[in-house]
């Protein structure tokens, strides 16, 4: 059994850094669509071309984000569903609960305040749920596509807009489109795992405190 701890201890370990490493590359990301952004407008007087091609890259980066961020998330369900529940039964007690604290506290109102007094909060006691961290940066990745692509389209109405004009916008609005469909698939896998999360840590505190067994109703 201690050799089966040993492992499951070492695999958390690597998983936690594979985290990491994810979350690093997702705000390398973030900072290139800062410079695309800002490159799309310093090259706005000079050479408008370059504008399709920066929304387009921009849609890209935004595919990569959707890519390392839902592979984070399927990392935490497996920390918190899987082994967590296989390391609680090797130590008698419940561990690795962060991943589902973390998401019952985000949760706002009653779940947070039980997640924070063990089922048992003072009256009146509730966090106001804040716009998560994780969706200020879908919200820049959404918005520079048809901002690029816009300012693309301005810069070109002073003279006779060309058919490659016309073709570039076409194929950037349809990457961005493909990319919103991604994203939508995305946020409903998010709620769907952060949801099992939730529920193995709740289970998991169950199992010391009978008092929280109800917190998932």
């Known amino acids: 059994m201690a050799e089966d701890t040993a492992f499951d201890v070492a695999e958390v370990q690597a998983l936690r850094q594979e985290i990491t490493t994810r979350v690093t590359l997702s705000s390398t990301l973030v900072a290139l669509e800062l410079a695309t ?35 984070v998330l399927k990392i935490a369900a497996y920390l918190a ?29 009653q779940e947070s305040a039980q997640a924070l007094y063990r089922g048992s909060p003072p009256s009146g006691t509730k966090i106001v749920r804040a716009l998560p961290v994780d969706w200020y940066s879908p919200l820049l990745f959404g ?54 999360i939730v529920t193995a840590g709740v289970l998991g505190t169950a ?5 929280t067994a109800d917190t998932t109703s």
């Open 81 to 109: 569903v899987d082994l967590g529940s296989r390391m609680s039964e090797h130590t008698g007690r419940a561990v690795l609960g962060w991943e589902g604290f973390l998401r019952r506290l985000n949760s706002g109102g």
């Open 37 to 71: 952004v800002g490159t799309g407008v310093t090259l706005l007087d000079r050479s408008t071309h370059v504008l399709a091609g920066l929304a387009m890259l921009s849609s890209f980066l935004w595919l990569l984000w959707i890519d390392h961020s839902l592979q």
């Open 143 to 196: 918005v520079a596509p048809p901002l690029l692509l816009t300012l693309y389209v301005v810069a070109n109405v002073r003279s006779q807009p060309t058919a490659l004009v016309w073709l570039s916008c076409g194929v950037g609005v349809l990457l961005w489109s493909y990319t919103i469909s991604r994203f939508i698939d995305f946020a409903h896998n998010k709620g769907v795992i952060d949801r099992a």
């Open 207 to 211: 199992a010391e405190d009978p008092s």
